[in-house]
């Protein structure tokens, strides 16, 4: 069964697939105002709904149109009269290979221990949101955080009970970000990164204080830790607010290398705390 949403114009169509990223888009050539094919090229051109496959479905049958249809990116083209069965099949077809392309994706994307996001998600969602917050003169906020005193827990317990210490951290950092725009990953070994976009300073000071309680009250054990007998983490913040910035665009590199810095001084400072940067009054 398909939830099937319907647009009589091209523009209508474009704003439907912007909304709702439908697992395919039957189009036809011929439509009011932007032609089918204007429409698939908008659909190509654009981030969020490139992905999706488009089937043509039209009287317009010449072999020119129909190699214009595939060079813009239509999956498939159908002329009419449609025979029924052979849509039905050609829209299964492509559903399941888009369906199986996202889960492969997916899967790239992840961390498998955890089921976090792995660092090449996280590269690109950092790419991503600091273009888009950018865009929108906001705020974007990186968090770091590294285990303290990993190497020893895995050296005194083990590497199977060091993966499970790694699982734990995990959860507790997805329980403290809530919102969907934000992304937590494992960056590799025990350290973890957060993207906070549209959050200022003391935004993401309230989600690092957040962090650091619910591992200083859970008081998971940690015998061979340098300071306390439980786990703890270290953070690193930095901050950018694009509003300020009028003459040089920070790149991912620079940002986590921010971070990163901040992370050593709390580590500095004892260890269970976190250390913030704002990008760029603290550089130079």
């Known amino acids: 069964m398909y939830d099937v949403f319907v647009s009589t114009t091209g523009q209508q169509g ?57 060079e813009l990116g239509a999956v498939d083209y159908i002329t009419k009269p449609i025979e029924e069965a052979i849509l039905k099949a050609r829209v299964q077809t492509h559903t399941r290979l888009y369906q199986q392309t996202l889960q492969l994706e997916s ?10 996001a792995n660092r090449r998600r996280f590269d690109e969602t950092m790419l991503s949101e600091i273009d888009h917050c950018h865009r929108e003169q906001a705020c974007l906020s ?22 499970d210490c790694l699982v734990h951290v995990a959860r507790n950092l997805e329980a ?30 309230a989600v690092a204080t957040q962090i650091l309680e619910i591992f200083n009250k859970q008081r998971y054990v940690h015998d061979y830790a340098s300071q306390h007998n439980y786990l703890t983490v270290s953070i690193g913040i930095v901050t950018t607010a694009f509003s300020q910035i009028t003459d040089y665009m ?8 921010c971070a990163d ?18 990008w760029p009054e603290d550089q130079g």
Not at 142 to 163: E, M, S, V, W
Not at 176 to 202: K, N, P, W
Request: with cysteine; aromatic share 6%; charged share 25%.
């Open 250 to 257: 920070p790149d991912e590199r620079i940002l986590v290398d």
């Open 142 to 163: 990186l968090l770091i955080i590294d285990i303290d005193d990993f190497k020893a827990y895995n050296d005194g317990y083990g590497h199977g009970k060091g993966d």
């Open 107 to 116: 899967l790239a994307a992840t961390d498998p221990l955890t089921g976090l």
């Open 14 to 70: 474009l704003e439907q697939a912007q909304a709702l990223s439908p697992e395919l888009i039957l189009l036809d050539v011929v439509m009011p105002g932007l032609s089918g094919f204007d429409v698939c090229r908008q659909l190509k051109q654009n981030d969020h709904t490139q992905p999706i496959p488009i089937i043509f479905v039209t009287a317009q049958d010449t072999v020119n149109q129909q190699t214009e249809g595939f």
């Open 176 to 205: 403290c970000v809530r919102r969907a725009t934000d992304l937590v990953s494992r960056l590799g070994g025990e350290e973890f990164g957060i993207i906070l976009t549209g959050t200022d300073q003391s935004g993401a000071q």
């Open 261 to 278: 810095a901040a992370l050593y001084r709390a580590k500095r400072n004892g260890r269970n705390r976190y250390a913030c940067s704002i």
